[in-house]
């Protein structure tokens, strides 16, 4: 079964066992279980349900696998002939979660 989610601000198609890569969920430990409710359609070819715009009833739940950073990303600002410039960066907070179920 495949299910179209939503969260934090981003939408992915999910089924059953894919592994993900999305923003920190806060609070979120490894190991733990993570719940979304925010299901935008679920199921698949004639049996599909769309949501205006979630689907009632419908959840997922994942777990939890690590936490971490991604890669660095820099950030140059230069002016041309003037002697400024200007470098910095970050590192994203990641979660990797596994989806375990899909309920409809």
């Given amino acids: ?8 601000g981003k939408q992915f198609v999910v089924t059953e066992g894919d592994v993900l890569i999305v923003d920190r969920y806060p609070q979120a430990e490894k190991g733990s279980t993570v719940q979304i ?3 935008l359609s679920v199921g698949e070819g ?7 715009p ?3 009833g419908a959840s997922v739940s994942a ?7 991604g890669k660095k ?3 140059f600002k ?4 003037k002697g400024y410039d200007r470098r910095t ?4 907070d990641l979660t990797v979660i596994k989806i375990k179920t899909i309920s409809a």
């Fill in 1 to 8: 079964m495949k299910a179209t989610i939503k969260t934090q």
């Fill in 46 to 52: 004639a049996e599909i349900k769309i949501g205006t």
């Fill in 78 to 81: 230069k002016t041309k002939r």
């Fill in 37 to 39: 409710n925010d299901i």
């Fill in 63 to 69: 777990e939890v696998l690590e936490n971490k950073r």
């Fill in 89 to 92: 960066g970050h590192r994203q």
């Fill in 54 to 56: 979630t689907v009632a």
């Fill in 73 to 75: 990303i820099v950030i």
